[in-house]
């Protein structure tokens, strides 16, 4: 099956500067990677995704980028902000779809 | 966010006792999956169902079974509870296409 690995496990930055969250995947019929963002006690929420066929997706501060040759996938969030402190995981879905496979989050702290 | 409920909230629960958590939803999706989060270990699949019919064995299946009662309800029980299976637990629900996951509030479930 998938295997997915995400790194660091844990990350700090100062207010402003940007963070990047890096995963490797295994399967190369995974066509979809979503990343997740949960607060603490609340529930993972979708942030951004990204399919197979697109190398780089943007939404205001956070991006995502897609190498399909070296099965990794980044986020990276610019102009970090406190409440953007969070745990984010990322996640492969195979060509099947039948599953997600997630990482095992990044604890991301944002120093004011 | 109402759209997938979970019940209880939380748990406390004596080992070798059953126990039975509930997931209904209102997006109108067939797929429903359980989760169980640990820290460090991110979210690992228990059960997945893809419609009334079809209950699927995750990753970590054993200790716990499932029940599709209809489109909108997948319930986890453990069967006989033991400590190790302290953790957060999430039911999940998506599309016919695996994407777009949403999570439920989680039910943090501790075995004493």
């Known amino acids: 099956g998938e295997n997915v690995e995400q790194h660091p496990s844990t990350l700090s930055v100062q207010e402003g500067d940007s963070a990047v969250i890096k995963c490797t995947y295994s399967d190369s019929a995974s066509n979809y990677f979503p990343w997740y963002k949960q607060e603490l006690g609340k529930r993972p929420q979708l942030i951004i995704d990204i399919r197979s066929n697109v190398g780089e997706k943007k939404d205001q501060r956070i991006a995502v980028t897609l190498n399909k040759t070296a099965k990794h996938f980044s986020l990276h969030i610019t102009e970090t902000q406190p409440e953007d402190s969070a745990v984010y995981f990322c996640a492969a879905s195979p060509g099947t779809g039948n599953q997600f496979y997630f990482g095992t989050g990044t604890s991301l702290t944002v120093i004011p | 966010d109402a759209d997938v409920t979970q019940t209880p909230r939380n748990r406390i629960t004596k080992t070798g006792k059953r126990i039975m958590l509930e997931c209904s939803q209102t997006?109108?999706?067939?797929?429903m999956y359980w989760y169980r989060q640990d820290p460090g270990l991110g979210l690992r699949l228990i059960y997945y169902?893809?419609?009334?019919?079809d209950i699927n064995k995750g990753e970590i299946s054993d200790g716990y079974s499932v029940s599709r009662q209809a489109q909108a309800k997948f319930s986890l029980s453990l069967e006989s509870a033991i400590p190790n299976q302290t953790a957060l637990y999430f039911c999940?629900?998506?599309?016919?296409w695996g994407q777009g996951y949403t999570f439920g509030s989680g039910t943090r479930l501790t075995v004493v």
């Open positions: 169902s893809f419609d009334v019919k």
């Open positions: 999940a629900t998506s599309d016919s």
């Open positions: 997006k109108g999706h067939d797929r």
